[in-house]
């Protein structure tokens, strides 16, 4: 092969990179290891798992039934390209086209876009998005509900923009967001951002939100919009990991996007669109790529490129299988066994600190035995996240999260955090 | 033959199908009352599908799907390569997947290490002084950089500096990501034989330039011969140098961004360390940058960070599959990797440049661009690219770079065996043949794909974004 291109060695095809810039040295990086070694060295690296985890925070163990597994890992899907070629991927964007339809269905939107990396980033490009619809507006309110990382991606996304972000606190008692400005400077704002259930898990219900205002809704625990009514929103965005998507550390995962059809132009993300093909066929493309980067360049709605393919193959595959009913069997299941728990823990002197309705997630003071959880933990069994990580003023409080895969169990768990506990 | 076409999903359901159930009962939980009303509206349509009925609708929609294991996909700059399955087989390890970013760390004692090992490879590979895995993918890693860029010139009070330069071989994410950043974009044409010369970037250099934004090798797959002359002359008006990293699969050992002048760089790691595609995604963008740019960095401490891009750590799922890669080559297998992703696309320039249309003679690294520009009939890029599918392969990136009319983009990649590339060879020249012979059987192509020629046109003017029940009846 060098002799058919003229070089007479490999080094011969880097002519054209002047000596000055090259390496001197080769690169000093471990390997070639053989599959066997890579995986016993990965072995050794392990520590031991948690027996138990009720931990939530915008990621949920919930079970991922065997199909979605097995068909999410075809190569077709796995080693696929993003579809630019149509007649080359109409699997893939049936996909997404599917993928849409679900999250719009969910959300109560007319339309939702191909995903977005994560829930952090959907959130972040809707306010950009409200942004671009109401350039006149100057100020963001930002509920303190808000998942504490997506509201730094805002931060960071909004840093460099000439807008003022109001933080909006929540109700001690209720731990509902408490909108207390007046409507018209509600109505004059850029967006009033969301997030329901919020991070506290309590369901918000928009008391004193003007209904005319622009709503920017985050959602981290999709599961919940199975059951619940969706929060009203010009702008719906959200965490599609409860469907099918292993927690993975936190990514990937995939956002989604969903609004209402006069505002397809201004929207981020991919879009697959119905169509015919020569013979009158129906199929499906990518649609209003003029609103994109490679197309539309420094006046691209996003610079989105490549986004969570895979991860809305799951949600896709896991919405499928599960069906309606199912789906709303897990949110239920999900939500009982956090009303079994949080009434247990109650009952075991540990209040809960929040006394707005919940779905699967909920915070519980554990002041009267503050050193319970790091007890429990020794013996793997997490309980909750410490709040005191973003909070400093909610010492011994813990976000803590359930799912179906903990509902068999709850009896079991009360009974092994009052065999630790301190008695009264 | 035309493959069989399927319906949408929710064409395949009925209210009357329980939904998949796995979890029993528990009536000690049960007893509990929920304290919200569970909705009950008609959600478009969704309903339940027998579990059979979705494992062959989500199979044969793949096999609707052209993918890497089928055949070659030589993508210019989307570097196709193959995606070992030993990294999917690690990535599905139960204690990799179902990991929770809020675990106390001791609990992710291999987690942090791998990412350590991979912050500490990457920095190595582009000889940087520190790396943030955080960011989602490339583009978000170049927004990043752009943050960090306008971040540290506030910090200096240079706040003034509001022009980004960006060549006409850029890729769209840069100027999408510079305007997101609040930067104002100026566009630099390549010089005549295809890479930016130092003598057109001076006329442009002033005390408002912020940055500059080149991939090197550039997007013809050209190394940019100037960059480091480019470098100095940006940092001596008190710009940087962002240096995109889209095309990194033809340099790793060969040269080291970060030390010849780039001050900050995106790596994608499913590009060049083989995490896969997954039909648009996930990617994975890490940032590399040098030791003025640290206090910028996403989440760095000290109060000068521009903040977080991401939630939690960035896409772990990509990280181990990117750390599995690059033990399994090692230092020189990652070097070797680029001289024969380079040896591949030279060869194919070699074979090709005969039957289609070179614009620069200049020589080139992991890739190569040809046009349209001879062939017959008044065919174009459009009609070869849709003809090359009927051989069996995936067409080549068409229409881009943008300042080449009528652009077929091709990179093989190193994974691509002597005896693929040689069919490939074959193939192309035969749909060149044919434009002579049988130019209306180019024109209708493809021939053998589930649908034909789509009307893209008529996607955007009625605009059907989501299945309707009423639709699927008319």
């Known amino acids: ?424 | 033959m035309r493959a069989i076409t399927e319906p949408a999903i929710f064409e395949l359901g009925s209210d009357e199908n329980p939904g998949f159930s796995c979890v029993g009962t528990n009536p000690s939980v049960d007893k509990f009352n929920l304290p919200f009303a569970i909705r009950n509206d008609e959600m478009g349509g969704w309903s339940q599908v027998n579990e059979i009925d979705v494992v062959r609708h989500y199979t044969r929609l793949s096999t609707l799907n052209f993918d890497i294991n089928r055949g070659m996909y030589p993508l210019g700059s989307c570097t196709m390569k193959h995606n070992p399955l030993l990294n999917e087989r690690v990535a599905g390890d139960p204690h990799f997947a179902h990991c929770h970013p809020y675990w106390p760390a001791s609990f992710l004692k291999a987690h942090h290490e791998v990412m350590c090992e991979l912050a500490r490879d990457l920095a190595e590979v582009s000889g940087f002084d520190e790396i943030s895995i955080q960011p989602a993918a490339g583009a978000q890693g170049e927004l990043a950089a752009v943050f960090m860029i306008k971040a540290y010139l506030e910090s200096k009070g240079l706040g003034h500096k509001k022009t980004v330069l960006i060549p006409d071989t850029a890729h769209g994410t840069n100027p999408a990501s510079a305007a997101m950043a609040g930067f104002n974009c100026k566009h630099i044409a390549s010089g005549p034989d295809g890479w930016l010369r130092i003598e057109d970037v001076l006329p442009h250099l002033d005390d408002t330039v912020a940055a500059i934004m080149v991939t090197n090798p550039n997007t013809l797959g050209i190394y940019e011969r100037d960059f480091v002359k480019i470098a100095d002359a940006v940092h001596n008006v008190g710009g940087l140098v962002y240096m995109d990293g889209a095309n990194f699969n033809a340099i790793m050992g060969v040269f080291q961004p970060g030390k010849i002048g780039a001050d900050v760089m995106h790596f994608n790691l499913h590009k060049t360390f083989t995490t896969p595609h997954g039909g648009g995604g996930p990617g994975s963008g890490p940032i590399g940058f040098n030791r003025q740019l640290s206090p910028f960095a996403p989440s760095a401490p000290g109060g000068k960070s521009i903040g977080r891009m991401k939630a939690y750590f960035g896409q772990w799922g990509m990280f181990i599959r990117a750390w599995c890669y690059i033990r399994a080559l090692g230092g020189a297998g990652l070097h070797q990797a680029s001289l024969d992703a380079i040896l591949n696309a030279n060869y194919l320039r070699k074979h090709l440049e005969s039957a289609l249309s070179l614009p620069y003679s200049t020589s080139t690294l992991h890739e190569v661009v040809f046009t349209d520009k001879n062939f017959p009939n008044g065919l174009i890029t459009l009609d070869f690219a849709k003809r090359i599918i009927d051989h069996g392969f995936h067409p080549p990136t068409t229409y881009f770079p943008i300042m080449v009319k009528g652009a077929i983009m091709i990179e093989p990649t190193e994974t691509e065996p002597r005896r693929e590339l040689d069919r490939f060879i074959e193939a192309v020249r035969s749909v060149v043949e044919e434009m002579r012979t049988n130019p209306d059987m180019v024109k209708r192509a493809p021939h053998t794909t589930p649908v034909r020629r789509l009307d893209e046109t008529r996607a955007a003017r009625q605009l059907e974004l989501r299945w309707r029940p009423n639709a699927a009846k008319a």
Request: aromatic residues 8%.
């Open chain 1, 1 to 424: 092969m060098l002799a058919s291109v003229g070089a007479k060695d490999m080094e011969a095809l880097l002519h054209s990179i002047p000596p000055e810039v090259r390496m001197k040295r080769p690169l000093q990086i471990e390997g070639p290891l053989p599959e066997s070694t890579l995986l016993r060295r990965l072995e050794a690296l392990k520590a031991p798992e948690p027996r138990v985890s009720l931990l939530g925070g915008g990621l949920y163990r919930h079970e991922i039934p065997t199909p979605v597994d097995a068909l999410c890992g075809r190569s077709e899907w796995v080693t696929s390209y993003t579809p630019y070629q149509p007649e080359l991927a109409q699997g893939t964007l049936m996909m997404y086209f599917e993928f849409q339809t679900y999250l719009a269905a969910l959300t109560g939107q007319e339309i939702a876009n191909g995903g977005m990396y994560d829930g952090s980033t959907a959130c972040a490009e809707g306010v950009l998005m409200a942004m671009r619809l109401r350039d006149k507006a100057r100020c963001v309110y930002v509920s303190a509900g808000l998942h504490p990382e997506y509201r730094e991606v805002l931060d960071t996304f909004l840093k460099f923009h000439d807008v003022e972000i109001v933080t909006l606190p929540i109700d001690p008692s209720t731990g509902k967001t408490q909108f207390n400005v007046a409507s018209d400077r509600q109505d004059a704002a850029i967006a009033m951002v969301v997030q329901s259930p919020n991070f506290f898990g309590v369901i918000e219900d928009g008391v004193g939100l003007s209904p005319t205002a622009f709503v920017v809704s985050a959602c981290a625990e999709a599961m919940s919009l199975a059951v619940l009514k969706p929060f009203p929103s010009s702008i719906a965005t959200g965490e599609c990991q409860s469907f099918g998507i292993p927690m993975q550390l936190g990514g990937p995962t995939a956002g989604f996007f969903a609004t209402r059809k006069e505002f397809v132009r201004q929207m981020p993300g991919r879009l697959v669109g119905k169509t015919i093909d020569a013979d009158g066929k129906d199929a499906l493309c990518i649609t209003l790529a003029t609103r994109e980067q490679f197309i539309r360049r420094e006046k691209a709605t996003s610079n989105i490129c490549t986004a969570s393919g895979l991860m809305c193959l799951r949600t896709t595959t896991y919405l499928s299988l599960m069906g309606r009913s199912g789906v709303q069997e897990i949110a239920i299941k999900s939500a009982k066994a956090a009303q079994a728990m949080a009434h247990g823990l109650s009952a075991l002197g540990f209040p809960i600190v929040f006394s707005g309705e919940y779905f699967n997630e909920f915070v519980v003071d554990f002041s009267r035995d503050p050193e319970l959880p790091k007890r429990l933990e020794e013996m793997g069994f997490l309980l909750g996240i410490p709040l005191e990580r973003w909070f400093a003023d909610r010492r011994n409080q813990r976000l803590i999260a359930l799912t179906e895969i903990h509902y068999p169990d709850v009896d079991r768990l009360l009974e092994e955090v009052r065999t630790h506990a301190r008695h009264h």
